[in-house]
């Protein structure tokens, strides 16, 4: 089989398992809040099944009420875009606040940009600080070089 043809059967293999394992999930939802995201994330980029950003919501949100911090940023980006539900940076920011309880670095990250642009909350300096050094501290990446460039608050 020439290398090309392999490449073809492989990619509609692959399609092929995630429309199966959309469909499945469909009948049998699954319990486990990142699978329920996952299903959320094939909605929203049409992979495997039709994009749908009100199913996305709906796995997401589910996902969400099951804990799952990537869930929430995911709402959070759907409301700060306006996919599939009204633009609201105030909703962005409510999701994003319920992730930061949980401690995720890139929800603590994205808060912080948003408090640093004042979008949904006043612009805060200090508070955008705050958060990025929360992300930083956990050593991730976008909030540790968030927090370098914002380090000029720390001196005011």
């Given at each position: 089989m020439?290398?090309?043809?392999?490449?073809?059967?492989?990619?509609?293999?692959?399609?092929?398992?995630?429309?199966?394992?959309?469909?499945?999930?469909?009948q049998s939802?699954?319990?486990?809040?990142?699978?329920?995201?996952?299903?959320?994330?094939?909605?929203?980029?049409?992979?495997?099944?039709?994009?749908?950003?009100?199913?996305?919501?709906?796995?997401?949100?589910?996902?969400?009420?099951?804990?799952?911090?990537?869930?929430?940023?995911?709402?959070?980006?759907?409301?700060?875009?306006?996919?599939?539900?009204?633009q609201?940076?105030?909703?962005?920011?409510?999701?994003?606040r319920?992730?930061?309880?949980?401690?995720?670095?890139?929800?603590?990250n994205?808060?912080?940009?948003?408090?640093?642009?004042?979008?949904?909350?006043?612009?805060?300096?200090?508070?955008?600080?705050?958060?990025?050094?929360?992300?930083?501290?956990?050593?991730?990446?976008?909030?540790?070089?968030?927090?370098?460039?914002?380090?000029?608050?720390?001196?005011?």
């Open positions: 020439s290398t090309r043809k392999a490449i073809v059967v492989a990619a509609f293999l692959a399609l092929a398992s995630i429309r199966v394992f959309a469909a499945d999930a469909a939802p699954p319990a486990n809040p990142e699978q329920m995201n996952r299903m959320g994330l094939l909605y929203a980029t049409g992979t495997g099944v039709p994009k749908d950003y009100v199913a996305a919501l709906a796995w997401y949100q589910r996902a969400a009420e099951s804990g799952s911090t990537s869930a929430m940023n995911n709402i959070a980006t759907m409301y700060f875009h306006g996919l599939g539900v009204p609201s940076y105030e909703e962005t920011v409510k999701w994003l319920l992730a930061v309880k949980q401690g995720d670095a890139t929800a603590q994205r808060l912080g940009a948003m408090y640093d642009e004042g979008l949904g909350v006043p612009k805060d300096a200090h508070e955008a600080f705050e958060l990025f050094s929360l992300a930083a501290s956990q050593g991730f990446a976008p909030g540790i070089a968030n927090l370098g460039r914002a380090t000029h608050v720390a001196t005011a």
